[in-house]
Structures are given as structure tokens and as C-alpha cells.
């Protein structure tokens, strides 16, 4: 089973999306924030973080930046209503896709689908 860790700061947005992927056969840790997240990274692998790029105390282009050197492997998916603003800033944040607010629950499904089927066809599990 995949693991999945879920940053998002908006509550009901995290609970959403943490009870869809779960019930489609996810194994998902969901916190509020990049420094609840930190302390999960640390001492647990996953093999997605899931996170919004907008978000207090540490965004998510940090969090992704850190969980890249705990885990170079962890794949990277964020999904936020402020990407552009977010990404133009100059900041690098590691190799990741972007998912755009609002989205459909099946659109975020079949991406992360996609990201563990390409993981299997190239046979980094």
C-alpha cells in the first residue's frame, strides 16, 4: 500500500481529500501544516507528499525542499489556488506536479494514480 502524507491548512479540504484517498486504498497521514509534517518525514517513509504550497509557519516549496533530503525518493504533488504567485517567486521547489484549486476529486485521483504507475513501470519501488 502507497503512503501518502497530506499538508493542507484548510481543515475540511484536508479531511476531503484524506477520506477520498483513503478509500480508494491509500494509507494517508494528513496534518495542517509543513512543521507537523516535518517530525512524520523524520521518522517515516512515503512514498507522496501531497501538499498545498500556500500554508503557515513553513509553505509547501519548503516542506518539498526538506522532505527531498530526508528522502530523495518521495515524489512530490502540490496542489494549490496560488500557483502562479507561488512559483514565479524565484523559489525552486524539487521535481513535482501541480494541481490547481479548484479540481475535481477524480482529477486528483487519476494524478496520483499516474505517479505510482509510472514509479512501477520504471521499477523504483
Known amino acids: 500500500m502507497f503512503r501518502i502524507l497530506l499538508a493542507e491548512d484548510d481543515t475540511s479540504m484536508r479531511e476531503y481529500l484524506a477520506r477520498a484517498l483513503t478509500r480508494v486504498g ?11 509534517a516535518m517530525p512524520l518525514l523524520e521518522v517515516g ?3 507522496l507528499l501531497l501538499t498545498d504550497i500556500v500554508m503557515p509557519e513553513m509553505d ?12 530523495p525518493a518521495i515524489r512530490v504533488m502540490f496542489i494549490t489556488g496560488f500557483a502562479a504567485v507561488a512559483l514565479q517567486s524565484g523559489r525552486t521547489a524539487p ?4 494541481l490547481s484549486k479548484p479540481f475535481h ?18 521499477g523504483r519501488l
Open 95 to 98: 521535481e513535482a506536479k501541480l
Open 26 to 36: 491509500y494509507d494517508v497521514s494528513a496534518v495542517g501544516c509543513g512543521t507537523e
Open 60 to 71: 509547501g516549496i519548503e516542506l518539498a525542499q526538506k522532505a527531498a533530503v530526508i528522502d
Open 105 to 122: 476529486l477524480k482529477d486528483l485521483v487519476a494524478e496520483v494514480d499516474r505517479i505510482f504507475q509510472t514509479e512501477d513501470q520504471h
Open 45 to 47: 517513509r512515503f512514498d
